[in-house]
Nanobody
Framework: QVQLVESGGGLVQAGGSLSVSCAAS????????MGWFRQAPGKDREFVAG????????GVADSVKGRFTISRDNANNTVYLQMNSLKPEDTAVYYC????????????????????WGQGTQVTVSS
């Protein structure tokens, strides 16, 4: 089992940048594919970005392609989401998620793919 704690959210102006982090507990972080999701008020939780166990394979949603980058540091049990050129529509609570997998290349993109979730961190982009 893994526990996830997000940090780094906040308020930023449109066009700005922000990085959020997710620290995972346990000694088997590299056994998990990791992902970021977000949920805006009144909307469903949606996939933002995912990364494979090794960090070599990544996927991002079309809505953030070219602006957001996911990365991970297995030595420090942390996954990151770098967000650039932020827009007001990026405003949401951002959640970190983990899925235990044997595949080194697997990138999980569906909500139901993930078994473990953090509590979320608020990102607000002002216009």
């Amino acid at each position: 089992q893994v526990q996830l704690v997000e940090s780094g959210g906040g308020l930023v102006q449109a066009g700005g940048s922000l990085s959020v982090s997710c620290a995972a507990s346990g000694r088997t972080f590299s056994s998990y594919a990791m992902g970021w999701f977000r949920q805006a008020p009144g909307k469903d939780r949606e996939f933002v970005a995912g990364v494979s166990r090794s960090g070599r394979y990544r996927g991002v949603a079309d809505s953030v392609k070219g602006r957001f980058t996911i990365s991970r540091d297995n030595a420090n049990n942390t996954v990151y989401l770098q967000m650039n050129s932020l827009k007001p529509e990026d405003t949401a609570v951002y959640y970190c998620a983990a899925r235990n997998t044997v595949s080194m290349a697997y990138v999980a993109t569906a909500l139901n793919d993930y078994a473990y979730w953090g509590q979320g961190t608020q990102v607000t982009v002002s216009s």
